[in-house]
């Protein structure tokens, strides 16, 4: 279907039963809600954020070349720059309902991951796993909330043989929403752990509130489900409630269906040894990290369940990359030779923080090296913060982590808790910290940044790259 346009302005109208003003003149090859990154003949759907409105924006995109401009209340200067869509609602439904409309077409393999870790790791693994036995169309960077669902279902191609989307959650009830849209015939929960604790009052209600992706599951679909979770059953039963036939867990545990055998973890990589269904099977990962070699059973689990080639899948993931801001590592040039910095500036809870330090435990360091690490405020924990970020102390000890530089109010509890051997530096914010650390490196250090996005370690990041000559990425 390469000949013909992504959209037709028909198919847009009778999608969103929307006003045309003016004249379709490019192909609608894409849909975009960000008009820094228009290309010609984009859709640019104007929605309301909470700091900016897309319709500020509508004039320059389609000076900029907008093939078409979706607004709920159009101004002469609009009309004048180009073609115009208006719709009675909010344009974000508009896009909503383009989603909708783009997956009543779909004719290749949905599957749709949740968790409160993983998630997006999980997603691009499969992106390339799938992408070796056909065309595989699949969340960009995060985006798995009220917006990035649907704009993700409509820019899905109609020969697409594979679509892979992520969704995500803050309170109780988003889900259901999102996956009503997505409509899988595979669902993955990859773990339940304490991410946005501060908006549930126990675990049980966030294994509740990711139980929701089996809501808008396609009758007679499969699960895929974390095993080693005290949470299984519950999920398993909530995925039968919504209409799963085949129910597939993973993990270690001896009751998997695909179970970890034998795990080598390497600095960059990992070989896998794994029993896939009764099916012993072997393969390099490449990206490391027990955390990543656990979800990419997962991944198998799918295309396993999807139909896709296995064997291609395998040999692919040799390939598979991290994320950014999710384990990326690279050497940086100092003084007396180089350093590793480990990027895991995302995001961040007590269980990532926790993979993210054993990473940190099998880096390799060079002579007079230390493994060093830069954190920052978990957010969203609620009343739980305090102690659980004074819980890291443990962590640290049992990853032999060498040094620890901290930011922030929450890590102050970490920073309290440590042996003074342990103690880089501590800040209340990333950048009164950036320095600090700057100036104790070492060639040789193994460095490990990591936080809540809202704790803006990506400040530390930047200004390491900024200040040290980038060699290589490990990965």
């Known amino acids: 279907m390469a000949d013909r346009p992504l959209w037709t302005i028909q198919e847009v109208l009778a999608a969103t039963g929307g006003t045309l003003h003016g004249t379709i003149k490019v192909p609608m090859n894409a849909v975009s809600i960000d008009s820094r990154t228009l290309k010609v003949g984009d859709i640019f759907v104007a929605i309301r954020g909470d700091k900016m409105d897309g319709h500020d924006f509508v004039v320059p995109a389609l000076k900029s070349g907008a093939g078409l401009a979706v607004v709920s209340r159009p101004t002469p200067e609009m009309l004048n720059a180009g073609a115009v869509l208006q719709v009675s609602d ?11 409309a783009a997956r009543a077409w779909a004719q290749g393999q949905i599957i749709a991951i949740t968790g409160s870790v993983g998630k997006t790791s999980t997603k691009e693994m499969l ?29 899905m191609p109609r020969d697409a043989a594979y679509g892979v989307f992520e969704i995500g959650m803050n309170h109780a009830g988003e889900i259901t929403p999102l996956v009503k849209m997505v409509r899988p015939h595979i669902a993955i929960v990859t773990l339940v752990a304490a991410s946005h604790l501060g908006n549930f009052a126990s675990l049980d209600q966030i294994a509740e509130a990711k139980a929701e992706i089996f ?26 409630k919504g209409g799963a036939k085949t129910i597939i867990g993973f ?12 795990l080598a973890l390497h600095p960059t990589c990992c070989c896998v040894t794994a029993n896939l269904m009764g099916e012993q099977v072997v393969y390099k990962l490449g990206v490391p990290g027990e955390h990543m070699a656990l979800n990419s059973l997962a991944v198998l689990a799918a295309v396993k369940a999807a139909g ?3 064997a291609r899948a395998m040999l692919a993931l040799a390939d598979a990359a991290p994320a950014k801001g999710r384990g990326v590592q690279e050497r940086l040039i100092i003084p007396g ?68 530089y901290a930011c922030g109010p929450l890590m102050r509890h970490l920073w309290d808790s440590l042996p003074r051997a342990k103690q880089g530096a501590y800040s209340d914010s990333s950048a009164a910290l950036k320095n600090q650390l700057m100036a104790d490196l070492r060639a040789g250090d193994a460095v490990m940044v990591k936080g809540s ?17 980038a060699v290589i990425k490990e990965n």
Do not use: C
């Open 90 to 100: 909010d344009p974000l439904q508009g896009l909503e309902n383009m989603g909708r």
């Open 127 to 155: 992106r390339v796993a799938l992408s070796a036995s056909g065309l595989t169309h699949a969340s960009a960077a995060s985006f798995n909330n009220h917006w990035g669902v649907p704009l993700t279902l409509s820019r």
């Open 215 to 240: 809501n808008g599951l396609v009758l007679g679909g499969t699960a895929i489900i974390n095993r080693d979770s005290p949470y299984f059953e519950m999920l398993a039963a909530a995925a039968k």
């Open 251 to 262: 993990g270690h545990h001896l009751d998997a269906d695909v179970r970890m055998e034998r």
């Open 308 to 310: 896709a080639d296995l």
């Open 337 to 404: 030779g180089d350093l590793l910095l480990i990027d895991e500036s995302y995001n961040a809870n007590p269980t990532s923080m926790a993979a993210a330090l054993a990473l940190l435990e099998h880096a390799k360091i060079g002579k007079n090296g230390r493994r060093i690490a830069v954190l920052g405020d978990m957010l969203e924990l609620g009343s739980f913060g305090p102690d659980l970020h004074a819980g890291l102390a443990k962590m640290v000890d049992e990853h032999h982590i060498d040094v620890i």
């Open 453 to 469: 996005l809202g704790s803006k370690m990506g400040l530390v990041v930047d200004a390491l790259r900024q200040k040290f000559t």
